[in-house]
């Protein structure tokens, strides 16, 4: 237990600075509904669900494999402003109705997953927004085959990962105009980079969007 601490605190202060990077509070509203597609342990979700304090917006976990840790389970619990839950189901298939969901957030699911399904999931998430709502996305976004590895070296170190586990990573170039060719709009793009470079190894590159679905007036 003693020895989750520390993770625990650098996961916190790291989707701290991911939300706020995002100006996510800006573009919350109130009574919203916003699903965190691959919340793993919940850091992110948790910091989403603080950002939207006094709105009485609902956030819904969906995690096909972790738990949330005692930390953000308690937080769910004592959770009054919306409401709080975790669902076990994967983000190609999401247990709800089109055109119901404010928001969806996925932080560094997409590039652990193929890209035909990337697409399945994009799919969905353009099910089930209302026109206006937003997708909050974060990636690891190398921009060339240098990057790639670094990028590699570091998710497998930081997530446990197998030599054999594949990646499927996107520029945030890319990352734009694929989402743009599907109907979103960008209206913020942000920048995190991990600390590899001071190990020497390299820069290890994230971008995060904020896209608008759609028209808000459709
Ligand atoms: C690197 S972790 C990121 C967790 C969390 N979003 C974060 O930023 O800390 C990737 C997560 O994506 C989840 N995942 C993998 N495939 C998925 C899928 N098809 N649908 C939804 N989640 C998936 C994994 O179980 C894992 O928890």
């Keep these: 237990m003693f020895g989750l601490r520390p993770a625990d605190q650098i996961l916190r202060r790291r989707a701290a600075d991911l939300v706020d990077r995002l100006h996510v509070a800006r573009h919350l509203r109130p009574g919203g509904l916003y699903v965190d597609i691959g919340s793993g342990t ?6 989403m ?11 819904v976990c969906v995690e096909p494999v972790s738990r949330p840790t005692p930390r953000v389970l308690r937080y769910m619990r004592k959770r009054t402003d919306g409401g709080m839950q975790f669902v076990r189901a994967l983000g190609d298939r999401l247990p709800l109705r089109d055109g119901q969901v404010d ?6 699911v997409l590039h652990h997953i193929p890209y035909e399904i990337q697409q399945r999931v994009l799919d969905e998430v353009r099910r089930v927004l209302r026109p206006g709502g937003c997708l909050f996305l974060w990636e690891d ?4 085959e240098r990057e790639f590895l670094v990028n590699e070296t570091w998710d497998r170190r930081l997530n446990f990962e197998a030599k054999s586990e594949p990646h499927f990573y996107r520029s945030g170039d890319h990352w734009a105009a694929l989402l743009t060719g599907q109907g979103f709009d960008q209206v913020e793009r942000a920048y995190y980079e991990d600390n590899s470079k001071r190990r020497g190894e390299g820069l290890v590159r994230h971008t995060g969007f904020v896209m608008r679905y759609g028209n808000a007036g459709g």
């Design 42 to 47: 919940g850091h992110n979700s948790v910091r």
């Design 141 to 144: 976004t190398p921009e060339d």
């Design 103 to 108: 928001g969806v957030s996925i932080f560094f």
């Design 49 to 59: 669900a603080r950002a939207a304090v006094g709105l009485r917006a609902r956030f």
